[in-house]
């Protein structure tokens, strides 16, 4: 018997740039037999109607609370802006909505607890979008460190580059990329990419069990390349941890703003007693951009590339932003259906924010700080 497909209601649509637009209309559309876009809501009910006719979606709702009660909609998902998540969230649990929400969850630790207590409380499906941990590169890297190809696990090193817009001293267009200058509004280098590449980590490794942190603006400027205008920045360009993980094993990591100078943006080594593999992309955007594996063991003096079973890729969208997010919410769909939790959840959402709180109490303080 066939199952009723699970109907979404897409808030934050803007065709051509936004990730909504990018990522979750195709992976949503790939994954038809699961799910329907039944509607989307912008911030404006104008900018909602014209974002539904480019994309060919049949409805737009004339605000987010009415989205939020259509009896219509099962699944919210929200791709907007971070300072919005917190009460569009509430209002969409409190409406009894499943919830697919775009990570940061919350802007900061705090808002993420409560949003995910709620959740609970409410016994609703609320899933958070760490769509790196769903990667094949990160699965397949899991099962081989599970599977014990480098032994036990030594240490890791993680150097990597957030993008231009995150600490690059320029910014594409003030209107989508100006707020990520002020670290208040929660979207910065440490929040998004560093946040993103912790969960696969955590995933891959282990939770993380102290930190000692520097975290600094070394631009204190930016420029918006649409209109020249210059903007003064206090969101951090430089994130440096030392730790510990809970295995014992020391995490080295290096987030720098701004874009690799030869498209060369990520170096992620996991070393261990039996051997050692290296992850690589063209940034610290785990989320969103094609990672490689590379591996050397026994007595091999050079590294060779690891290719990914195609299990992990058959029947899936070939574009890597689309790819994951049909991946995440293709475990949502199970989890909705069957009980499961397969997909990252706002409790696991908590964990990385607490990670990051931590960063950020270890970098003010120029102290060690214990997660566990």
Known sequence: MTQERLKVGIVGVQPGRSWAARAHVPALRALSDMFDIVGIANSTEASGHAAAAEIGVAKAFASVADLIV????????VAVKVPPHFEIVKAAIEAGKH???????GNGLA????????AKAKGVLCVVGTQARVAP??????????????GEVLSTTLIARGGAALGGGTIPDRKTYGYLLD?????????????HTLAALRDVLGDVAEVSAVVATRRLTATAVDTGEVFSVSAPDQVLVSGILASSAP???HFRGGAPRDGDGLFWEIHGTEGDIRVSGSSGHTQMVQLSLMAASGGETKFRPLDVPAQYRTGWPEDVEAGNVARLYARMAEDIRSGSRTAPSFEDAVEVHRIIEAIENAAESGRRVLLT
């Open 70 to 77: 259509a009896p219509e909609v099962d699944i919210v998902t």
């Open 137 to 150: 590169e990160i699965e397949y890297l899991k099962h081989l460190i599970v599977d014990g190809f480098v």
């Open 183 to 195: 670290r208040a509004n929660g979207a910065t280098l440490l929040t998004i990419p560093v946040g």
């Open 251 to 253: 995490i080295s990591l």
């Open 111 to 118: 808002q993420a607890r409560e949003m995910a207590a709620l």
């Open 99 to 105: 919830v697919y929400c775009e990570w940061p969850l």
